[in-house]
């Protein structure tokens, strides 16, 4: 009874009738297709078989959207919740420990790896991509919402050439532990973002920052400091 509460009847019969049929190795590869995995999504979210691998305590909406999930890792009490969009296609994505994905965030490979530490927070309609150069952000880093972070650019050196046959080029992102990310926050490519650091609301940030600096503006410069700098520096 308690299996038919959590589920449902259908569902319930469902899951029972897949379980008596994957113990046909044959029957079991087909089941588990890649063709059926927005559906077995649905049945199973956290079956290990659809990730990479997956922790404890995972919960993940039934309405988020996420595509090759075999290349996403969910490390213990990762919560992504409906209509946050994960696509790890041409990359990787790992979601440490109690990372939260709030609804509508828009978190994309596009070839390059994105890895979050633990105790991190996407807010809604945030734009986060990976690109070639990849994303790294570290512990307990806070993402207001609207952020948005592209390790990439368009090439535009040659003016008599379209640019969109220019190509891009991909340096990478860093951000570190303990940082907060204001709402409607830019990072361009090629930033490193260090610990303890605050970015204020609407910032476009395209040069690092340093440890503890609290920075603003268009484009970002240091308005003040957390922590009092080592006189050495």
Known sequence: MNFIKR???LQACIILVYRVLQKSPHIRKVLWSSS??????????TNPY????????V???????????????????????????LSALG????????????????????????????H???NPFCVIYGFKGGLEIGDAVRIATHTVIVPGNHIFEDPDKQIRLQGTESKGIKVGNDVWLG???????????????????????NKDVPEFAVVGGVPARIIKWRKKRNSAL
């Not at 059926?36 to 979210?45: A, C, D, K, S, T």
């Not at 659809?50 to 305590?57: A, D, N, P, T, V």
């Open 7 to 9: 589920y449902g009847v």
């Open 59 to 85: 919960i993940i909406g039934k309405k988020a959207e996420i595509t090759n999930s075999r290349a996403i890792k969910l490390e213990d009490g990762a919560w992504i919740e409906d209509h946050a969009i």
């Open 36 to 45: 059926l995995e927005p559906f077995h999504r649905f049945l199973f979210p």
């Open 91 to 118: 990359g990787r994505i790992r979601l440490g420990k109690h990372t939260h994905i709030l609804p509508y965030a828009f978190i994309k490979a596009q070839g390059g790896d994105i890895t979050f530490g633990e």
């Open 120 to 122: 991190c927070t996407v």
């Open 183 to 205: 709402s409607g926050v830019r990072l361009l490519d090629g930033v490193t973002i260090g610990n303890g650091a605050v970015i204020a609301a609407g910032a476009v940030v």
């Open 50 to 57: 659809l990730w990479h691998s997956i922790g404890e305590g």
